[in-house]
């Protein structure tokens, strides 16, 4: 018969998601879900390739071919989702930070599940946010962060709990921030965005991400997507005096009245920040830890990452 047309042809079957997962096999739970949620993502129709991190193989190495895939799994601690987050940087495929370490704060941050089930399905849902990353400089070499750096008092907290953690676990952060009871005073020099500034305190931290533990906010208006940093002053004695300014936080984010308590620390916004110590302080990036560091320069990179979550961006700021 004329003026018939025939019926469409039925779709072709869309191209199967393609997934790479790099597992760090010394971050904190060895006994982490990921059998399970690359299993998952295999049911689910993805082509999932494994590599394990590795002394002999440099990461770069492990993931030069990373255009080639769909998304990026960062299995470990913040350490080892940040350095692949930063290595990945504007190459536009996704990464997902997969809870494998000890307090896994910049999953906790982007607000994702702990289940495999669950993780997968984030992964082959595909929603993503974009995010700024920082980068930190010292003597020359260049290193990539996204939740904060950090010098002073959280650094040395973060030294302090590396032997604790294989019987503690996240506690661990606990009781070594419980030993920073008298930590040292020192005088800092700022330099933010080319403005000079000093301070007397026990520590200064260059945040990206703003919550702690149990998505506890550290201090308000820390949003990842701003292109800038949040530069907190710590000026209290020691770290068990910062909990009212947690408390203060916490009642903004939930719209619960006006700060109660002040002093302890000040806020300031920059897009690079160099800080220097009349004494040397241990840094930490990450959970990362550098020894006796300062001086050191941070500078903010906009819209590097894009990081999976079923989060909205408006969710994961302060």
């Known amino acids: 018969m004329t003026g018939q047309t025939s019926p469409p042809s039925p779709p072709s079957n869309p191209k199967p998601q393609r997934v790479l997962v790099i597992f760090n096999p010394k971050s904190g739970k ?3 879900e990921l059998p399970e949620f690359v299993w998952r993502l295999q049911e689910g129709g993805a082509e999932v390739t494994q590599r394990e991190m590795s002394r002999e193989t440099p ?13 990026l799994v960062a299995a470990g601690g913040d350490g080892t989702v940040s350095s692949l987050a930063y290595i990945t940087r504007s190459k536009g495929v996704p990464v997902l930070a997969f809870p494998a370490g000890t307090a896994n704060l910049i999953a906790q941050n982007l607000d994702l599940p702990t289940t495999a089930p669950e993780l997968a399905a984030l ?10 990353l920082g980068e930190i400089e010292v003597g020359g070499e260049k ?3 996204a939740m904060l750096a950090g010098a002073g008092a959280d650094a040395a907290m973060i030294r302090d709990s590396e032997d604790l ?4 676990g996240v506690m661990a952060y606990v009781l070594s921030a419980m030993k ?11 330099t933010l965005d080319g403005q000079e500034r000093e301070f007397e305190g026990i520590g200064v931290m260059v945040a990206n991400f703003g919550m702690a533990n149990y998505r506890m906010p550290i201090t308000t208006d820390i949003n990842p997507s701003d292109g800038q940093f949040t ?5 209290a004695g020691n770290l068990l005096r ?19 308590f002040s002093g302890n620390l000040e806020t300031l916004n920059a897009r690079e920040i160099t800080v220097d110590a009349a004494d040397p302080f241990p840094l930490q990036y990450d959970g990362e830890l550098m020894v006796e560091t300062t001086p050191f320069t941070a500078r903010i990179l906009p819209g590097a990452a894009r990081f999976i979550t079923a989060a909205r961006e408006e969710e994961v700021e302060t």
């Open 180 to 190: 920073q009871l008298n930590p040292r005073k020192t005088t800092f020099k700022l």
């Open 231 to 235: 530069v907190v002053l710590l000026k």
């Open 165 to 168: 953690k294989e019987h503690f």
């Open 123 to 132: 992964v082959l849902n595909g929603h993503n946010i974009q995010v700024d």
């Open 30 to 32: 060895g006994d982490s």
């Open 242 to 260: 910062l909990i009212p300014n947690l408390i203060d936080s916490l009642r903004a984010k939930l719209n619960l009245g006006d700060p109660m």
């Open 143 to 145: 290193k990539g962060f």
């Open 59 to 71: 990461l770069e190495r492990q993931v030069e071919d990373v255009e080639d895939f769909d998304a």
